[in-house]
């Protein structure tokens, strides 16, 4: 089995061998670059996951994974953060740009292998059962063999927490999750995910499917739904 390719990006040298020597010992292919502006000469676009400080020199982790998010070629590899800003504002805004998990600073090894263990298994997984390739709803099309999106004809990047929750919501039309379903059926099984994480992905979902963002609905003290078309 091909190892799965991991960029670390921190501007801590020692903190990067560690983490390296570490992900390798674990069967990863590793490569590092001590800063946003060194990562963006390397093809990002054939890692399968990222961690990422986000305190680093003019381009910050924040800013980083934004740029990722808007290229096509990047914009579904996962980003795992790792930070000593750690407060709920920092954790929910970088939810909100797309972060697949959070470590905050200091953290032991065993956990960022088992975060990254988690994450992989997750975004690694094959897309939801069904029985056509595709899955639609009004003017959504999700092609679930390709992981994209096209509204109205147009595509649109999703990360893929916002992927996995529309599909999930579209394929289920109609009926209410809670946040904790959202939860136990999109994130990583581990991942410590608050309720306010669901709303920013949900807000965030809303906004990049343009008219058809009302269409997911909120049903007051239980959970959001996808209203039938």
Same mark, same amino acid.
């Given at each position: 089995? *091909?190892?799965?390719?991991?960029?670390?990006?921190?501007?801590? @040298?020692?903190?990067?061998?560690?983490?390296?020597?570490?992900?390798?010992?674990?069967?990863?292919?590793? =490569?590092?670059?001590?800063?946003?502006?060194?990562?963006?000469?390397?093809?990002?676009?054939?890692?399968?996951?990222?961690?990422?400080?986000?305190?680093?020199? *003019?381009?910050?982790?924040?800013?980083?994974?934004?740029?990722?998010?808007?290229? *096509?070629?990047?914009?579904?590899?996962?980003?795992?953060?790792?930070?000593?800003?750690?407060?709920? =504002?920092?954790?929910?805004?970088?939810?909100?740009?797309?972060?697949? =998990?959070?470590?905050?600073? @200091?953290?032991?090894?065993?956990?960022?292998?088992?975060?990254?263990?988690?994450?992989?298994?997750?975004?690694?997984?094959?897309?939801?059962?069904?029985?056509?390739?595709?899955?639609?709803?009004?003017?959504?099309?999700? =092609?679930?063999?390709?992981?994209?999106?096209?509204?109205?004809?147009? @595509?649109?990047?999703?990360?893929? $927490?916002?992927?996995?929750?529309?599909?999930?919501?579209?394929?289920?039309?109609?009926?209410?999750?809670?946040?904790?379903?959202?939860?136990?059926?999109?994130? @990583?099984?581990?991942?410590?995910? $608050?309720?306010?994480?669901?709303?920013?992905?949900?807000?965030?979902?809303?906004?990049?499917?343009?008219?058809?963002?009302?269409?997911?609905?909120?049903?007051?003290?239980?959970?959001?739904?996808?209203?039938?078309?």
């Amino acid at each position: 089995m *091909e190892r799965k390719r991991i960029l670390v990006i921190d501007d801590e @040298p020692d903190l990067c061998e560690i983490l390296s020597i570490n992900l390798m010992t674990a069967g990863y292919a590793i =490569d590092t670059a001590y800063s946003a502006e060194e990562a963006l000469k390397k093809d990002i676009s054939k890692f399968d996951l990222l961690l990422l400080d986000v305190m680093m020199g *003019e381009i910050s982790g924040f800013d980083l994974i934004s740029i990722l998010r808007q290229n *096509e070629k990047t914009a579904h590899i996962p980003v795992l953060f790792l930070t000593a800003k750690d407060t709920e =504002d920092d954790l929910l805004h970088g939810f909100s740009l797309g972060a697949d =998990d959070y470590i905050s600073k @200091p953290f032991s090894v065993k956990e960022v292998l088992a975060r990254v263990k988690a994450v992989l298994a997750r975004t690694s997984t094959a897309a939801p059962a069904s029985t056509h390739h595709d899955i639609s709803y009004k003017g959504i099309q999700m =092609d679930m063999e390709q992981k994209s999106l096209m509204v109205d004809g147009v @595509p649109v990047n999703l990360t893929r $927490t916002e992927y996995d929750l529309l599909a999930r919501l579209i394929q289920n039309e109609g009926i209410v999750f809670t946040r904790q379903e959202l939860i136990q059926s999109v994130w @990583p099984e581990g991942v410590i995910v $608050t309720d306010r994480t669901v709303d920013v992905n949900i807000a965030r979902l809303r906004k990049k499917l343009g008219e058809y963002g009302n269409c997911i609905c909120s049903r007051q003290g239980y959970g959001y739904y996808l209203a039938k078309s």
